[in-house]
């Protein structure tokens, strides 16, 4: 199954929590699968939506291109665009004092150093979908396997890990949600032990079409797509 937003005040609060207010390291990521590319979108916020405000965002442009702003200030966009009714994974990292970066399909596409400093919080909830912004940028489509860390995952764990599970006691994730819930089900799980159970606010629901996680073969290091 997947998380299914309409793009009309559809997201998910993720509530108060210090363990999704990491300042030094940040790892978010996540498969999505937009039904439009129009006007910006975002996907994971912690603040609202504005040069020189505080938190992480990271969304779709309306040019279907991925930003990521850690902290008051993003990096450059990709260059690769995503399509409508595709599923693509992002994953966007963080360290103070070096830098960000922006993996598609667990390939490097943006690496800067443009945004260094700590990352300071503003008090705003972080959400998935929208909401935490004065803009309305509500994201339309499908979302899965929406995993935060408190580290920077590498290059190779990205890579590997990007059409798998996780453990959900896996060092370092302090949120994993893998929206497999039926349709119908008003709460979203939290995998890891902090159990951040989160309800689902707007339309937003379950959808049984579409998971790209359908069919999976268990093995030690993670689920592989079959």
């Given at each position: 199954?997947?998380?299914?937003?309409?793009?009309?005040?559809?997201?998910?609060?993720?509530?108060?929590?210090?363990?999704?207010?990491?300042?030094?390291?940040?790892?978010?990521?996540?498969?999505?699968?937009?039904?439009?590319?129009?006007?910006?979108?975002?996907?994971?916020?912690?603040?609202?939506?504005?040069?020189?405000?505080?938190?992480?965002?990271?969304?779709?442009?309306?040019?279907?291109?991925?930003?990521?702003?850690?902290?008051?200030?993003?990096?450059?966009?990709?260059?690769?665009?995503?399509?409508?009714?595709?599923?693509?994974?992002?994953?966007?990292?963080?360290?103070?004092?070096?830098?960000?970066?922006?993996?598609?399909?667990?390939?490097?596409?943006?690496?800067?150093?443009?945004?260094?400093?700590?990352?300071?919080?503003?008090?705003?909830?972080?959400?998935?979908?929208?909401?935490?912004?004065?803009?309305?940028y509500w994201y339309n489509g499908l979302m899965d396997e929406v995993r935060i860390w408190d580290d920077v995952r590498t290059a190779a764990?990205?890579?590997?890990?990007?059409?798998?599970?996780?453990?959900?006691?896996?060092?370092?994730?302090?949120?994993?949600?893998?929206?497999?819930?039926?349709?119908?089900?008003?709460?979203?799980?939290?995998?890891?032990?902090?159990?951040?159970?989160?309800?689902?606010?707007?339309?937003?629901?379950?959808?049984?079409?579409?998971?790209?996680?359908?069919?999976?073969?268990?093995?030690?290091?993670?689920?592989?797509?079959?």
């Amino acid at each position: 199954n997947a998380l299914s937003f309409d793009g009309d005040t559809d997201f998910i609060n993720l509530g108060n929590s210090a363990t999704l207010e990491p300042t030094s390291s940040l790892t978010l990521e996540l498969w999505v699968n937009p039904a439009i590319i129009s006007d910006q979108r975002d996907l994971i916020t912690s603040g609202i939506d504005g040069a020189g405000i505080k938190g992480y965002h990271l969304s779709i442009q309306n040019d279907g291109k991925v930003y990521f702003k850690p902290g008051a200030y993003g990096i450059p966009a990709t260059t690769s665009t995503l399509s409508a009714n595709e599923w693509t994974h992002i994953a966007a990292t963080y360290e103070a004092g070096v830098g960000a970066k922006i993996y598609i399909n667990g390939q490097l596409e943006v690496s800067s150093s443009a945004v260094t400093a700590a990352i300071e919080y503003d008090g705003y909830d972080p959400t998935i979908g929208g909401i935490a912004n004065l803009w309305g940028y509500w994201y339309n489509g499908l979302m899965d396997e929406v995993r935060i860390w408190d580290d920077v995952r590498t290059a190779a764990e990205i890579s590997t890990y990007y059409n798998r599970s996780v453990a959900s006691d896996a060092s370092n994730l302090v949120a994993y949600y893998k929206a497999d819930e039926s349709p119908g089900t008003s709460t979203m799980a939290d995998e890891t032990a902090n159990a951040n159970n989160r309800t689902l606010s707007g339309g937003t629901t379950f959808a049984t079409s579409g998971d790209f996680l359908t069919t999976v073969a268990a093995k030690p290091e993670g689920n592989a797509l079959s």
